[in-house]
């Protein structure tokens, strides 16, 4: 065997290694196709047979690297409300959150936070510039007695902490301000909350409230209560937290 020959031999062995190691590398994080189109099939078997009473189809069939099992996505054509996730592994399905996400109604109490945020922040946000973020989170239940695909109404939207996020200053009386503006709008257009907390950035301070209460915003001495917070980093409940240099 001359030099030549013995180097194309060489090369073929080590681009089969290359493609090896790729496949593998690529196995690892996605998964086989082969396997994935299995786990497919027995979700497609498993939701004709329990669910076929529901126009469900599967939407992503994904590889859980860290436990290794697939996670397969369902939803419905017909209801906003119905998607779930099924686990797949050791050649069965053996998790299926359709009662925790869709029977519980999470799916449609997170859909109606979600809506109340997208109907909310522009209010706010016309008001003052200074707002930056509102995240509504719901109350952690294990049903919330709501009618799939529920249209959009505030008084569905109970027992949520309003989290927001705003610029421009970290004292308790641009807090008391702008907690103001936000619990005065949420007043006039029919939205509730039962608890608030609030982050202010300014520069290289980030300040935060937690644990506010519809009671406190209407106190008339807001600011002052804000402030003994900051001050005492704890005070009727309310608790304060802040990193950076003033």
């Known amino acids: 065997m001359n030099n030549k020959t013995f180097l194309k031999i060489l090369a073929g062995i080590i681009a089969f290694l290359l493609i090896f190691a790729v496949f593998f590398i690529a196995n690892s994080f996605l998964g086989n196709p082969v396997s994935a189109n299995i786990a497919k099939s027995k979700a497609q078997t498993y939701i004709t047979d329990k669910y076929g009473h529901l126009s469900l189809e599967i939407k992503d069939v994904a590889y859980n690297l860290k436990d290794g099992y697939y996670v397969i996505s369902v939803s419905s054509s017909t ?115 039962t608890n608030f907390e609030i982050t202010g950035e300014h520069e290289t301070v980030l300040a935060e409230l937690r644990n506010i209460k519809p009671k406190h915003i209407e106190n008339e001495n807001l600011e002052e209560i804000l402030q003994k917070a900051i001050t005492n980093a704890e005070y009727d409940g309310i608790t304060a937290f802040s990193k950076g240099q003033k």
């Open 79 to 193: 209801s906003i409300d119905t998607h779930f996730l099924l686990s797949y592994g050791a050649g069965e399905i053996f998790r299926d959150d359709y009662e925790s996400s869709v029977l519980s109604s999470m799916n449609t109490m997170d859909r109606l936070c979600d809506e109340y945020k997208k109907s909310l922040t522009p209010l706010v946000q016309a008001k003052t510039n200074d707002v930056t973020y509102i995240s509504v989170i719901p109350e952690k239940l294990t049903k919330y007695n709501l009618e799939l695909d529920s249209a959009f109404d505030t008084k569905l939207v109970k027992n949520v902490d309003l989290a927001v996020r705003y610029t421009g200053g970290i004292e308790a009386k641009h807090f008391s301000e702008i907690l103001k503006i936000i619990y005065g709008v949420m007043k006039d257009n029919g939205f509730v909350a």
